[in-house]
């Protein structure tokens, strides 16, 4: 990743353009050309410094509900438990942390009734009994950037 790639990725991480050629308008902000752009994302995306681009939504606003979920999952468990959660289409993203619940993923479905049965078909088809799902009670959003 060199100096230009950076630059992209700061460019795009909060301002992507919305308009009918968006990678015309990232070029034309930071001097290259659409084709540049393009590659260069394509080339991020193939070494797996990107993982995607897309929205982020609120799902509150959209009429549908999210959780927080953290599981106890032992070290022989982990492949098949985040190989079954990742089935899901309403799980964003997963995570593994250095804790007794050590894999943590987030889950969004039209309702809370829904994220439970998610869950209980989890816990049967993964072995994996202790998930906690922690909605949030309070919600605090940051922006978050980071300059690379």
């Not at 599981?71 to 089935?87: D, G, H, L, Y």
Request: proline share 3%.
């Amino acid at each position: 990743m060199d100096e230009l790639d950076k630059r992209i990725l700061n460019e795009i991480q909060s301002e992507f353009p919305i308009v009918v050629h968006p990678f015309r308008e990232v070029g034309r902000r930071l001097g290259l050309t659409e084709d540049e752009v393009i590659r260069r994302i394509n080339g991020l995306k193939e070494t797996g410094i990107i993982r995607r681009i897309g929205g982020n939504f609120h799902s509150g606003s959209l009429d549908f509900t999210s959780t927080l979920c953290a599981a106890k999952v032992p070290e022989e468990k982990i492949e098949r438990f985040v190989e079954t959660v990742n089935r899901y289409p309403g799980v964003t993203h997963n995570y593994m942390r250095s804790h007794e619940f050590n894999v943590w993923f987030t889950f969004i479905a039209e309702t809370m009734e829904e994220i439970e049965e998610a869950l209980e078909e989890i816990r049967a088809e993964s072995g994996v009994r202790e998930i906690r799902n922690l909605p949030a009670v309070r919600m605090f959003k940051i922006k978050v950037d980071f300059d690379v």
